[in-house]
């Protein structure tokens, strides 16, 4: 008798929804975030009881109970340490970290950076709206300097993080950003991210429209985001305007924005190579530059830079192969004993 294959159903967005009501203000970039994550799920290829979220305090740290797939909301800064032993015991799991630019980056700094060097095959989410907003509007690690909030009411004086700058010191192998107010670009990062084999850490801006609302809205706002948005493309010239009529150009090793038309073409300009170190380093640097005066540098979004390096869950699965080959499997009760015995005399 011939067996019948039953098909695996197709997902939609929609199974990838809890029925928890979404408990976030009214109008918080969270909830585009959340939308573009369930969108892009059914298409990653990941059976759904194999997708994990891990979250550590914070707004955004509500985002597993949001999720129709396990997850688990942990301790504030602690996410990347719990996936990271997660994936080491089970690294077939598609582990997603989702965090904020205090939770990740303070409290959780230390741990974001030691992911990111063993490279562990996650990805983070880093929702930064430059405020702590479940607290009620303190400054935060990418908050700009002088910035009055309730913490700081005469103006911070801290030198405000650059969260990929951070990730690139910390040899991330893919770097890339995005905002909650472009979903088809969001949901291409987000798909590009879980392709990465590696760590991936995806700074998304988020607007937090009750302590710091327009943080970001010159790159959002359609009025505005022509000329302030580089989009950066592989293989492709540094062109951005509204007319596509501005471009980047290296003026030796120093980027400068360049009209396009008479005297400049967009064969002069930039070529983006996801790939090259140092380019990825001017671009992260780029909009930081202090010199310039007259023109800001457009804010890139993208993929800044990839590259491949083994993976931490690999090379310990490989070591203790290697170690039970040459030594054996081993026994705990005998470890646990030791080599020294005491003999104990009345």
């Known amino acids: 008798m011939a067996t019948e294959t039953i098909a695996a159903p197709t997902l939609t967005a929609k199974d990838f929804a809890t029925d928890q009501e979404v408990r976030w203000c009214p109008g918080c970039g969270d909830y585009s975030i959340l939308a573009q994550v369930q969108k892009i799920m059914p298409g990653i290829g990941v059976p759904k009881e194999n997708i994990v979220i891990i979250s550590g305090i914070g707004c955004s740290s509500r985002f597993p109970y949001y999720m129709n797939t ?9 996410a990347t340490a719990v996936a990271s ?9 598609s582990v997603w970290i989702v965090t904020g630019d205090g939770d990740g980056l303070s409290i959780g700094g230390n741990h974001t950076i030691h992911l990111l060097r063993r490279n562990f095959d996650v990805n983070i989410m880093l929702f930064n709206n430059q405020i702590y907003g479940l607290t009620k509007g303190q400054y935060s690690p990418t908050s700009e300097t002088n910035k009055i909030t309730k913490s700081t009411p005469f103006g911070s004086i801290d030198h405000p993080f650059n969260p990929l700058a951070l990730a690139m010191g910390a040899d991330a192998t893919f770097i890339a950003r995005s905002m909650d107010r472009d979903p088809k670009h969001l949901q291409t990062l987000l798909t590009r991210s879980h392709q990465h084999k590696g760590a991936s850490f995806l700074e998304i801006y988020q607007n937090c429209n009750i302590f710091n609302d327009g943080a970001f809205e010159i790159f959002t706002e359609k009025s505005s985001k022509a000329d302030h948005d580089l989009f950066l493309e592989q293989g492709k010239p540094l062109v951005f305007g ?3 009529n501005k ?3 290296l003026n030796g090793l120093q980027p400068e924005v360049v009209e396009l038309g008479e005297n400049f073409s967009a064969d002069d300009c930039w070529i983006h190579d996801e ?3 140092y380019k990825a380093q001017t671009l992260i ?8 005066s007259n023109f800001q540098f457009p804010r890139p979004f993208g993929v800044f830079y990839e590259t491949e390096r083994p993976c931490y869950e690999d090379m310990m699965a490989m070591q203790i192969e290697e170690t039970i080959a040459s030594k054996g499997r081993g026994n705990l009760d005998q470890l646990l004993r030791g080599k020294e015995v005491w003999e104990i005399k009345e």
Do not use: C, V, W, Y
């Open 70 to 78: 396990f997850g688990m909301h942990s301790i504030h800064g602690r």
């Open 85 to 93: 032993g997660l994936k080491a015991t089970r690294p077939e799991l």
């Open 242 to 244: 509204a007319n596509q």
């Open 247 to 249: 471009g980047i150009r």
């Open 275 to 277: 790939k090259d170190f």
């Open 285 to 292: 640097r780029m909009f930081d530059d202090p010199h310039q």
